[in-house]
């Protein structure tokens, strides 16, 4: 009866989630801003005419078919299916990145309900279905919408791991994994940072030989999964590109004069070391020279180079100039303020939550560890608050957990509704 009771409102949630995104998305541009909001809708016109990934900017501006691998392929393959279906227009794919935001509202539910109980998985979910953090990306067609569903999975299944390593446990870990990585290729690094620890300090997993079946059990799968992508780059071309090589863009446009003093500090711009640039060959080649400038900037610029990681911090955790370039992503000056300061609301709440789910002896350190990841992330890449969404997931989970002890305080007894109170 608990279960049913747990399904039932995470439905009315999920309603809210999407009543909520439907007026954010009715409300939103038809105009995207140029950037990868325009090259995800792009791309996915391209893919849906049957002509692959190609670098949106050279086919439709210049009619050339050069290869792309600079974002992964997950968001822009799902927008493209809306696409060979008849929905090409933004508001087709605003509509399409509603909708996965949604699906994530569902999985966060049960994510809170794995860490901490059912009413927990229930306010995470609300919040997840309110907060501007969780949202404020799908009528952009950015694919952060869609990292909120992988990711919010792959932690989802985490959990389940540390309760149950059976072995499906071992094979959904490397699945989940494989799919945030090909929302965002950076995902792939939480193999290191949360799987490996998750087999290792498993009370329930005995002797040495059984954590690493686990690892290799989820590496194989996930490389797998990985493969057909990997295997299409490695013979598309003439420079070794892996998975993606979106790295060397970010490499250039983050390490040039603008981005290491001034206004721009710790941010980025697209124009950096692209000066007498040659935009008609083979990506990879292209991108080897930009991001051979970026690295050489870089190096002749190692003093500076502190400074300017503390300041992609602060641009990340928005704490340095969080309203220096409002607006400039599409998303309203009232949508900007109102996210940061929810974010700043989420971060402080979502602190409380982690202290209290230790002294609970609750399992938190998968959540708590995002803090760091995208920290390092940000100081390493760029000050973008978009490379931040792991934390906004796991900040959306932890925030529920001090809500749900206020409410437990002042009604100690009562069934609010039949709002399940354990899992």
């Not at 100081?379 to 934390?391: D, K, Q, S």
Request: charged share 15%; glycine share 8%; with cysteine.
């Amino acid at each position: 009866m608990e279960r049913r009771s747990f399904i039932r409102w995470l439905v009315i949630v999920a309603a809210i989630g999407l009543v909520v995104r439907l007026v954010v998305v009715a409300l939103a541009s038809r105009d995207l801003a140029f950037g990868d909001g325009l090259w995800y809708h792009s791309q996915a016109q391209i893919i849906a005419d049957g002509h692959g990934y190609l670098s949106p900017g050279q086919y439709l501006f210049k009619g050339q078919h050069l290869a792309t691998a600079e974002h992964p392929p997950l968001f822009p393959f799902l927008l493209a299916i809306v696409s060979w279906f008849g929905g090409t227009s933004v508001l087709a794919h605003q509509l399409t990145g509603a909708v996965l935001g949604v699906a994530g509202v569902v999985v966060v539910g049960f994510l809170g309900r794995a860490v901490a109980g059912a009413r927990v998985g229930l306010i995470a979910a609300l919040i997840a279905a309110i907060s501007p953090t969780m949202w404020r990306y799908d009528a952009l067609v950015l694919s952060e919408g869609l990292l909120v569903l992988t990711a919010a999975l792959f932690l989802f299944v985490v959990y389940r791991f540390w309760d149950q390593p059976r072995p499906i446990h071992g094979v959904l870990l490397g699945a989940t994994l494989a799919l945030a990585t090909y929302t965002r290729a950076e995902m792939v690094f939480l193999g290191l940072v949360i799987v490996v620890p998750v087999a290792v300090w498993n009370p329930r997993i005995s002797g040495a030989a059984a954590r690493v079946r686990v690892i290799a059990t989820a590496a194989v799968i996930a490389m797998l999964f990985l493969a057909p992508w990997v295997v299409r780059n490695l013979t598309t071309f003439e420079r070794p590109v892996v998975f993606s090589n979106n790295q060397d863009s970010v490499i250039a446009g983050a390490n040039c004069a603008e981005m290491y003093s001034g206004p721009g500090i710790g941010s980025w711009v697209p124009g950096c070391n692209t000066a007498h640039l040659t935009q008609h060959g083979d990506q990879s080649v292209v991108f080897e020279v930009v991001r051979r400038r970026g690295l050489t900037y870089m190096r002749n610029h190692l003093s500076r180079l502190p400074v300017v990681m503390v300041a992609r911090v602060g641009r990340e955790w928005e704490v340095f100039r969080p309203f220096q370039d409002i607006a400039s992503d599409g998303r309203t000056d009232q949508l900007w303020t109102v996210s940061t300061a929810t974010f700043w609301v989420l971060a402080i709440a979502g602190g409380v939550g982690a202290v209290q789910l230790r002294g609970a002896r609750r399992l938190v350190w998968p959540l708590a560890v995002m803090a760091p990841f995208v920290t390092v992330l940000a100081a390493g890449t760029y000050g973008l608050v978009r490379l931040r969404m792991p934390l906004d997931i796991a900040l959306v989970v932890l925030a529920a957990v001090p809500v749900e002890w206020l409410i437990a305080r002042r009604y100690p007894s009562r069934d609010l509704a039949g709002l399940p109170t354990d899992s």
